[in-house]
């Protein structure tokens, strides 16, 4: 769970959109994984069902770090994986979503540390962003590597500021 973890805080990418991942989305070349399906519980029905992403915008590729993209050469390697497996512990179809939650939750209160929504590591990783690149281009480059349709979904949405801001800002004005 570990590199399903990692890539959830390191990508900003969607429960959904990381369960539905199959080897041949992942291009070890490239240091890319693209994004073109999401998972979701069927309700009542105890399975886990491919559709579409959320959006238009949800459609893209996002690039990998050496650290990530050597994570999951390892875990693909490990499991034996062909490219119609699911990178995260699938072989004929995804593990669901409810069962990540379940892991997570495990997983977070042995850490001993506080209780948070899965979803909310995207929230995370939109402000750890945002926190540290404030360029216009920036900003662009981050909405769409989080699959968002604006800017101002991003910064509306996704961003949540940290410590005193304005005082930061303020100190920063040269006269």
Same mark, same amino acid.
């Given at each position: 769970?570990?590199? *399903? ?11 959904? $959109?990381? *369960? ?7 291009? $070890? ?34 690039? &990998?770090?050496?650290?990530?993209? /050597?994570?999951?050469?390892? &875990?693909? %390697? ?22 990540? !939650? ?20 995207? %929230? ?9 690149? %404030?360029?216009?281009? $920036? ?5 769409? !590597? *989080? /699959? ?11 961003? %949540? ?7 930061? *800002? ?6």
């Amino acid at each position: 769970y570990i590199v *399903l973890f990692k890539w959830l805080f390191f990508s900003g990418c969607r429960i959904g $959109e990381a *369960l539905a991942l199959q080897v041949r989305d992942f291009d $070890e070349r490239e240091k890319t994984i693209s994004i073109t399906k999401t998972a979701s519980n069927k309700c009542g029905t105890g399975r886990v069902e491919i559709g579409t992403p959320k959006t238009k915008a949800s459609y893209r590729t996002i690039e &990998l770090s050496d650290e990530m993209c /050597g994570l999951f050469v390892k &875990l693909i %390697h490990d499991f034996g994986m062909t490219d119609k497996d699911f990178i995260f512990f699938g072989k004929e179809r995804p593990m669901g979503v409810t069962e990540v !939650r379940r892991r997570f939750n495990v997983h977070t209160k042995a850490a001993h540390l506080p209780h948070i929504k899965i979803h909310e590591i995207r %929230h995370s990783n939109n402000t750890w962003l945002i926190n540290d690149h %404030h360029s216009p281009s $920036e900003i662009e480059a981050i909405t769409k !590597r *989080l /699959g968002r349709s604006s800017v101002k979904v991003t910064l509306d949405t996704y961003y %949540h500021s940290v410590g005193d801001v304005q005082k930061t *800002l303020i100190n920063n004005l040269k006269i």
